[in-house]
Nanobody
Framework: QVQLVESGGGLVQAGGSLRLSCAASGRTFSIYAMGWFRQAPGKEREFVAAITWSAGNTYYADSVKGRFAISRDNAKNTVYLQMNSLKPEDTAVYYC??????????????????WGQGTQVTVSS
């Protein structure tokens, strides 16, 4: 089992920045990749970014490329999502997720095995 706890969400004006954190505990040695997803009201959960736990390779959705940055601190078992130049359309509940069984990252939320509880990000215009 892997437990994930997100933090760092909040209300910010358009153009502002936020940094989300996701602390992992439990069988963290089994994590291959970590992903950030988001879900806005009435919409499906969508991929935002992913990072491989060991190599640190990063992947981004086109909608956030150049504005968001994913990173990890293996010593703290924590993944971060630095979000800059925020737009109102970035408003959503943001979730972190861990992939532990297929040994591959993915943009498909169904490929991830463990999820955090989510943190709300609201960007005002």
């Amino acid at each position: 089992q892997v437990q994930l706890v997100e933090s760092g969400g909040g209300l910010v004006q358009a153009g502002g920045s936020l940094r989300l954190s996701c602390a992992a505990s439990g069988r963290t040695f089994s994590i291959y990749a970590m992903g950030w997803f988001r879900q806005a009201p009435g919409k499906e959960r969508e991929f935002v970014a992913a990072i491989t736990w060991s190599a640190g390779n990063t992947y981004y959705a086109d909608s956030v490329k150049g504005r968001f940055a994913i990173s990890r601190d293996n010593a703290k078992n924590t993944v971060y999502l630095q979000m800059n130049s925020l737009k109102p359309e970035d408003t959503a509940v943001y979730y972190c997720a861990a992939e532990t069984t297929r040994r591959m990252w993915s943009i498909d939320a169904r490929e991830y095995d463990y999820w955090g509880q989510g943190t709300q990000v609201t960007v005002s215009s």
